[in-house]
T-cell receptor, first 115, second 111 residues
Framework: NAGVMQNPRHLVRRRGQEARLRCSPMKGHSHVYWYRQLPEEGLKFMVYLQKENIIDESGMPKERFSAEFPKEGPSILRIQQVVRGDSAAYFC?????????????FGSGTQLSVL | GIQVEQSPPDLILQEGANSTLRCNFSDSVNNLQWFHQNPWGQLINLFYIPSGTKQNGRLSATTVATERYSLLYISSSQTTDSGVYFCAVDGGSSNTGKLIFGQGTTLQVKP
């Protein structure tokens, strides 16, 4: 059973470009979470999605960031017009249900570097 | 919101030594998990332990929910145990995987 798959592993963008980060949850998992790990900071929750629905986006910056989890295909975290402050490790996690009473399984992360 | 504090922030051990990592949280929780982030950045889920005690090989964890703390025990440490250990909790009223992470304990195990 493959784990949570994230790609790319490393992503380099210039300021102003768009970044697209992909996450395929574990088989049988329909709940996806995105977290961000900034340098010198801990992991911070960004958004919680189920298939075709955003459940909680309270941790998402108000501008330039969006997330989706379509009926078919991976979850996508999209960052428009990236700035240097967006450089961070972005982790995706999945669970079979809402996750409130069970383990979260994390992917290996995408390291975003903005030049 | 709920506060999560981990101690110590840094720990250096000789291979074979035992250690205890602590996580204090400021409010009641429904979900508490321990993670290990290895030197390659990968996050490994060690325990889901909102209360009670669990053991997995050389690792064990205990959460005393009424006193709002959790402990992670590492016995006979190995160099592969190096990395950052995170405690994460839900917000108490949340019933999702929206977790609040502590700042972590950085462990270095020397051969």
């Amino acid at each position: 059973n493959a784990g949570v798959m994230q790609n790319p592993r490393h992503l380099v963008r210039r300021r102003g470009q768009e970044a697209r980060l992909r996450c395929s949850p574990m088989k049988g998992h329909s709940h996806v979470y995105w977290y961000r790990q900034l340098p010198e900071e801990g992991l911070k929750f960004m958004v919680y999605l189920q298939k075709e629905n955003i459940i909680d986006e309270s941790g998402m910056p108000k501008e330039r960031f969006s997330a989706e989890f379509p009926k078919e295909g991976p979850s996508i975290l999209r960052i428009q017009q990236v700035v240097r402050g967006d450089s961070a490790a972005y982790f995706c996690a999945s669970s079979p249900s809402s996750g409130g009473r069970e383990k979260l399984f994390f992917g290996s992360g995408t390291q975003l570097s903005v030049l | 919101g709920i506060q999560v504090e981990q101690s110590p922030p840094d720990l250096i051990l000789q291979e074979g030594a035992n250690s205890t990592l602590r996580c204090n949280f400021s409010d009641s929780v429904n979900n508490l998990q321990w993670f290990h982030q290895n030197p390659w950045g990968q996050l490994i889920n060690l325990f889901y332990i909102p209360s009670g005690t669990k053991q997995n090989g050389r690792l064990s964890a205990t959460t005393v929910a009424t006193e709002r703390y959790s402990l992670l025990y590492i016995s006979s440490s190995q160099t592969t145990d190096s990395g950052v250990y995170f405690c994460a909790v839900d917000g108490g009223s949340s019933n999702t995987g929206k977790l609040i992470f502590g700042q972590g304990t950085t462990l270095q195990v020397k051969p």
